[in-house]
């Protein structure tokens, strides 16, 4: 007996292998719990979720799963370390301060990490909901929230961490207060891209895909930011338009439009009579009267003017789409079928003439 107890107080690097093995004991425990845990996990609280989507389960397991693994793992190891009753100071190195520097700092990585798996979680609830609505900007904001959420979780975990380790951070945030007024002054045409991105979100004057003209800024949206909009134009040139230009001038959304519009004067030569005009805005009516692809509440057909050079009939109709491309392919045939009227009724259609006449 006297020879073990001599074998355990012996000292090993300073620390007794009493306590060396106390040390071993607590990691194997530590492991033994976590796996217990983890194996909890897997198989009991899986049960209570079966019932949702594969990628739900996924990110409920990981939020539950591998932050509180390393708090498990974390505290195994500081209470093993505590076990081994350091000395409070190794020459000028305070063992003790640092081994709960270091444990603070861990667990506040872990917090981190804790709460971001849980931004993934609630990033996951706004992607479903975004999907359900029917404007496409959503889908371009849930990436945006969700980004800003990590970035303020991020700024008050460092905060926190400083806070821990005896840093003034009221002093801190008051210093940024004044520098961040300068910087707020330097920084406006910024703050207004800001607020107009804030704008966008919230009225929904546009969403992506849809043809706006922005000033003198025509085309495709393809990507809304906080700072700027991306918007392709027509000849395929992307043009990048700051978010404050929304506020300060108003934007056209031509994909908001319900029906496209056809207006246009139908040019008769003078030499057509009363009765002709009569039968060639009457069968212009019965045109758009047929044509189901016009839109029948509202249209004029009339003959409104004597021109310099012909007689002119008014045509004021939509077209009930408004596919750029369709509304092309209606007028078409609507125009066809005005010729075919005319050529049937012998009608001409005037062009720039003059007569003289000589005495």
């Given amino acids: 007996m006297t020879l073990i107890s001599e074998i355990f107080n ?76 350091l000395p409070e100071k190794i020459g000028q190195f305070e063992i003790t301060s640092i081994v709960r520097d270091i444990y603070i700092l861990l667990i506040s990585f872990i917090m981190l990490y804790f709460i971001y798996k849980i931004i993934d979680l609630i990033a996951y609830y706004l992607y479903q909901e975004a999907k359900k609505s029917e404007s496409a900007l959503d889908d371009q904001l849930v990436p945006l929230i969700v980004k800003s959420l990590r970035i303020l979780v991020a700024m008050i975990g ?3 961490i400083l806070q821990n380790f005896g840093y003034n951070v009221t002093s801190l945030i008051a210093g940024l207060g004044l520098g961040g007024l300068a910087f707020a002054l330097a920084a406006q045409n910024t703050v207004s891209n800001l607020f107009g991105s804030i704008t966008i979100f919230s009225d929904k004057p546009f969403q992506l895909g849809d043809w706006i003209q922005v000033g003198e800024i025509e085309g495709t949206v393809e990507d809304v930011g906080f700072r700027i909009t991306r918007v392709r134009r027509f000849d395929q040139a992307l043009v990048t338009v700051p978010n404050s230009q929304f506020i300060n001038t108003g934007v056209i959304n031509y994909s908001a439009m319900k029906k496209r519009r056809i207006s246009f004067n139908l040019a008769l030569s003078y030499g057509t009579s009363t009765s002709k005009i ?38 004021y ?12 392919s209606i007028k078409e045939e609507f125009n066809l079928r005005i010729m075919q009227l005319l050529e049937n009724l012998s009608v001409e259609i005037a062009f720039q003439s003059q007569t003289i006449n000589l005495k």
């Fill in 10 to 85: 012996q000292d090993l690097f300073g620390v007794s292998i009493i306590k060396l093995g106390m040390f071993f004991i607590i990691i194997l425990i530590t492991f033994i719990l976590k796996s217990i845990f983890l194996y909890i996990v897997d198989k009991k609280i899986i049960t209570l979720v079966r019932k949702t989507k594969p990628e739900l389960q996924e990110l409920l397991l990981n939020v539950i799963k591998n932050p509180v693994g390393y708090l498990i793992l974390l505290q195994g190891f500081y209470l093993a370390i505590f076990s081994l009753q």
């Fill in 158 to 160: 460092i905060l926190f």
């Fill in 278 to 315: 009569k039968e060639v805005v009457a069968g212009i009516k019965k045109i758009i009267e047929e044509n189901e692809k016009f839109d029948h509440s509202y249209y004029i057909v009339r003959f409104t003017e004597f021109g310099v050079y012909s007689l002119n009939i008014f045509i």
């Fill in 317 to 328: 109709c939509f077209a009930s789409t408004t596919d750029w491309a369709d509304s092309l």
